[in-house]
């Protein structure tokens, strides 16, 4: 999904080993994941205990999650909402064993040819589809993976969102009967439901043809610029590779805007001087 987002990223991450600075946004998405995560580790673990779910979901989060509360918030309280839905929709069905989780931090490897990229990822978790309503088929399984970002504007989600869902689908649908795929943001408490597309399919197919014909020259790897490599002048408003990269998106003459400060007027300097 680099390599679909500006190849040359992919260059300077994957080749080069550069990875990005951890943020403050990083630390807190990996707490939010860390704290869902065992929230669902524990629903398997007292299920096979005791045979039941508790109404009380709260019980099911980490002891040491309410001392992230100011940290985590909204993102806990409404992905608790979000089970609650869940746990009444399999009530409502009359079969509380469809809100456990099939698997949870799903890991899987395509190893492929010897002398091509392995492939790999991670589902956050693995869901029966019965469990949501949002979901028309009550077979199979919903890949889902948790963002802790803001939901992503419409005219971006083809080429953004669902074609990494898309690649999960790649991933895991000889493993599992895959019903749908989406992302669930929790901070806004929406999931983002990707239907399978057999077009978003073969374009995963050709990403992964082209990086496996790539080798070391920083030639071959296309800058591929956009609105996300630099949205003002501030270093929280660029891509993390920005002052690396050779991206003009905003300099003078440069594909796009120019700023000289928040307010986002025209400025006449590069924006990481």
């Keep these: 999904m680099e390599y679909a987002k500006n190849p040359k990223h992919f260059h ?22 860390l704290a869902i995560e065992n929230y669902y580790l524990n629903v398997l673990e007292r299920f096979e205990d005791e045979g039941e779910i ?3 979901l709260i019980s099911y989060l980490p002891e040491d999650v309410t001392m992230w509360a100011r940290w985590t918030e909204p993102f806990i309280s409404n992905f608790l909402a ?3 839905d869940r746990l009444r929709e399999c009530r409502r069905k009359g079969d509380e064993s469809l809100f456990l989780p099939i698997e ?7 190893w492929r040819g010897d002398d091509d990229v392995p492939l790999m990822g991670f589902a956050d978790v693995v869901l029966h589809a019965a469990s949501l309503s949002a979901v028309d088929s009550d077979d199979g399984v919903v890949i889902i993976d948790h963002k802790t970002g803001k939901v992503p504007d419409p005219k971006y989600r083809d080429d953004g969102i669902f074609l990494e869902l898309e690649y999960y689908n790649f991933l895991f649908g000889d493993q599992y009967d895959v019903a749908a795929i989406a992302g669930y943001y929790p901070g806004f408490n929406e999931l983002l439901i990707g239907e399978l597309s057999d077009e978003r399919l073969a374009e995963i197919e050709r990403i992964i043809s082209e990086i496996e014909t790539l080798g070391k020259n920083p030639e071959d790897y296309p800058i591929k610029q956009g609105p996300l490599c630099c949205w003002g002048k501030e270093p929280e408003k660029q891509s993390s590779y920005y002052g690396i990269c050779p991206c003009n998106w905003a300099t003078p003459g440069g594909p796009g805007p120019t700023y000289r400060d928040a307010d986002k007027q025209p400025f006449s300097e590069h924006a990481v001087e």
């Design 12 to 33: 300077i991450k994957y080749v080069l080993g550069i990875r990005e600075p951890t943020n403050h946004w990083m630390i807190r998405g990996s707490e939010v994941h």
């Design 82 to 84: 979000f089970e609650t």
């Design 54 to 56: 508790d109404d009380d």
């Design 104 to 110: 949870v931090e799903a890991e899987i490897w395509d």
